[in-house]
């Protein structure tokens, strides 16, 4: 007799999560009733707990130093009071792989800093966690599969060689603003399918997520203000203009698909889970916000540093030079080319990332009681991990502040500690775009060296600013010379 196979339950219904306040006041004080709820619980990690401004204020202008500092008295974990509440950071390869690898399970992203980006971005992959989190991911990744990554380079050779032809020798260019307007117009097209000289929907869009990025990029106190003219009433008038821009595109490409459209925007309108069901419009808008934000932001910083630090090291830039014009003979690269017949540049790449890691910190919540290190960690906790601290610790290493590209040969790179480079992420939630970032900076950085090479201006010291992504305080004057 045939044996009847059991029915397939059907996949459970993921709701989203519940929504959080953007109510600054009401934050803080769910901050502090979580504090004395960690408190009656239990004792936080070692360090510095006493209320101090001048320590707030260099967490904001310049943590590095000091993170460091209490890495080498504390060890891979610490806590220190910012603001109004106890922050704990865990740094080291060990600890990077316990938050991103081996217990992920243990924290949110969206009850963690990164809850505030979600009055602009809304829950995307950055503010969501648990199922919902991995249904979204999931349902995504074909839009970031090699040959989708490949589809989109067509787009960034066409933004890329007009914005480097603009470019003339003897010229001061700020070279972080120059890659922001052309990662813009990238990320318009690759991402939204937008034309960015369109005069409608192109352009505004472009302009309304600038000036709605920037709120984040102005200081904490400044961010807590309320009220007509204020940055927050601003970026929530560029808010509206984008999302009516947007649902206006999802709904006319609904009502008249075009399968040859290959942006990202038309394909997660088309992919489906293992149920069959796709995202609703406001799942679309709230993905397509955060690969803008995530994407744009990241690709300039990189690009940015890369520059800075070639300008600093001419025996790193003629060797990269010398891999260009015998792999290239002055021919633009494919993503094959860029992926498997540049080693050079794929070293230089990632020295820069160990460097300047745009997505610098890795905040979270504990979900629940943990132990690290000796050391209990109580649920509510915020935890942070931090890969620019991570990246200069000596023992991982050696030389951290040294520019060093022959670090990461394959086989240096392979034999580095589990946790050790963390640039993206680990585990589960490593960066989806990651693939496109990269080639996206290979790509424009190959184009730009072929023709030009951008010299440092002598006096100026080169700062980092943190908010929101690693980025040089002030822009990153240049001057472009001809190719030597």
């Not at 052309?182 to 869009?205: F, S, V, Y």
Request: glycine share 8%.
């Amino acid at each position: 007799m045939p044996v009847e196979t059991p029915a397939k339950p059907a996949p459970k219904r993921v709701e989203p999560p519940e929504q959080l306040s953007a109510n600054p006041v009401r934050r803080v004080a769910e901050d502090v009733r979580a504090e004395f709820s960690v408190r009656r619980r239990g004792v936080y990690p070692p360090g510095p707990k006493n209320f101090s401004f001048g320590r707030t204020l260099q967490a904001a202008r310049d943590p590095l130093p000091m993170l460091l500092s209490l890495y080498e008295e504390h060890g891979p974990i610490f806590s220190t009071r910012l603001l109004h509440h106890p922050v704990i950071f865990m740094l080291g390869p060990e600890a990077n792989h316990f938050i991103t690898v081996a217990h992920p399970e243990n924290f949110h992203w969206r009850e963690s800093s990164f809850g505030d980006l979600i009055p602009l971005l809304g829950d995307g992959l950055l503010t969501i966690d648990d199922a919902y989190h991995d249904r979204a991911r999931e349902i995504m990744m074909p839009a970031f599969h090699r040959e989708q990554v490949s589809a989109a380079v067509e787009a960034m050779v066409d933004e890329a060689t007009p914005a480097i032809d603009r470019l003339r020798p003897g010229q001061v260019v700020d070279v972080y603003e120059w890659m922001r307007g052309l990662a813009m117009r990238i990320a318009m097209r690759a991402l939204l399918g937008l034309d960015p000289d369109e005069a409608g929907k192109g352009a505004a869009a472009a302009e309304h997520f600038e000036r709605a990025l920037g709120f984040y990029g102005i200081d904490f106190h400044l961010r807590l203000l309320r009220g007509p003219g204020s940055p927050w009433s601003k970026m929530v008038a560029s808010r509206a203009v984008l999302d009516e821009i947007v649902y206006d595109e999802i709904a006319r490409r609904r009502a008249d698909p075009d399968e040859g459209r290959r942006d990202i925007l038309s394909l997660l309108l088309g992919v489906r889970d293992e149920a069959g069901e796709g995202f609703s419009a406001k799942e679309v808008r709230d993905q397509v916000m955060t690969l803008m934000f995530a994407g744009h932001d990241t690709s300039t910083s990189t690009l940015t540093f890369m520059m800075h630090e070639l300008a600093r090291h001419p025996e790193v830039l003629a060797k990269l030079c010398e891999e260009q014009d015998r792999v290239l003979a002055g021919a633009t690269p494919d993503i094959d080319t860029l992926e498997k017949e540049m080693p050079y540049l794929e070293m230089v790449l990632d020295e820069v990332l160990r460097l300047y890691p745009p997505a610098w910190i890795g905040p979270r919540r504990a979900m629940r009681d943990f132990e690290f290190n000796g050391h209990s960690v109580r649920r509510a906790a915020y935890v942070n991990y931090c890969s620019w601290a991570s990246h200069r610790i000596p023992e991982v290493f050696p030389d951290p502040e040294a520019f060093i590209p022959e670090r990461f040969t394959r086989e240096r790179k392979a034999a580095l500690p589990r946790g050790a480079y963390v640039p993206f992420g680990g585990g589960r939630r490593i960066c989806i775009g990651k693939r496109f970032g990269q080639t996206e900076v290979k790509l424009v950085a190959t184009m730009l060296l072929q023709k030009l090479h951008l010299d440092a201006m002598p006096g100026r010291t080169m700062t980092v600013r943190q908010m929101p992504t690693l980025s040089p305080r002030g822009g990153l004057p240049m001057r472009v010379l001809p190719r030597g």
